[in-house]
């Protein structure tokens, strides 16, 4: 063995345990031991396979959304609105339906009726297009006024409404000759002749106390209550009025 030989043999370090276990453990075929984990290495273990499983997720929702896009461009359609109208579309609808309901609640949809545009006008409300189509109701008969015809004798007193001046008798004396023609009719005498003899009415005799038809309404109540409740051919009691004492006959 030469000197150089000599030299790197002596050179090599003395084998130490640690060499001896590590050269040992690499002839067996085993593995050199691990050292031991840092406390920190079991916390970023779990946020890796957290952030795994996010990845996966988000992978799983873009594949789902892809899927519905093509969905929705396969039947013309995107969310909310059809494809080929823009995103207003939808508020210009809607304005254009309230502003008809709007025109048509102000009757800007119902064709004028030229009667009530008249009407407007000169301030008064037409009638109604059912009420211009049926027949004027024919107006009802004016109801005739019932009439009754009757004679009469006056025997006026002083300070009677009417009486002539020449008329001095009281209203007592005036009250007994009524009685007494009344009476003298009753039983059977002329009226006429009765008339002309008792009434104190102007003319009274010359047309035998006649009155003619008259209303209800042309003479003064007490003697149109009286003469109205005569039959024809019915003789009355004395009847005072404002003029005197009348006898009433009824002649129709």
Do not use: C
């Not at 209550?225 to 005569?230: E, G, I, M, P, W």
């Amino acid at each position: 063995m030469s000197d150089e030989q000599s030299k790197k043999v002596t050179s090599v370090p003395p084998p130490t345990e640690e060499i001896d276990q590590e050269w040992s453990a690499s002839e067996a075929g085993s593995k050199p031991k691990a050292t031991a984990a840092s406390p920190h290495e079991d916390e970023e273990e779990e946020y890796e396979d957290e952030e795994d499983e996010e990845e996966g997720e988000d992978e799983e929702d873009d594949v789902h959304a892809a899927a519905h896009a093509r969905t929705a461009a396969n039947a013309g359609v995107t969310t909310g609105t059809a494809a080929w109208l823009p995103d207003w579309a939808p508020y210009a609808v809607l304005g254009g339906l309230v502003t008809l309901g709007l025109v048509g609640g102000l009757g800007g949809l119902v064709k004028p009726d030229p009667a009530r545009l008249e009407a407007r006008v000169v301030g008064h409300e037409p009638p109604s297009p059912a009420a211009r189509q049926a027949p004027a109701p024919t107006p009802a008969a004016p109801a005739v006024a019932e009439t009754v015809e009757a004679s009469h004798l006056l025997v006026a007193y002083q300070g009677a409404m009417r009486a002539s001046p020449t008329i001095t008798r009281s209203k007592e004396e005036a009250q007994k000759r009524a009685q007494e023609a009344q009476l003298k009719a009753k039983k059977g005498g002329n009226f006429a002749e009765l008339v002309a003899e008792y009434s104190d009415e102007p003319g009274a005799g010359a047309r035998g106390g006649k009155l003619g038809s008259f209303t209800r309404e042309r003479m003064v109540k007490p003697f149109a209550d009286a003469a109205f409740a005569l039959k024809p051919g019915e003789l009355s009691s004395v009847v005072e009025t404002a003029f005197g004492f009348h006898v009433i006959l009824r002649t129709k």
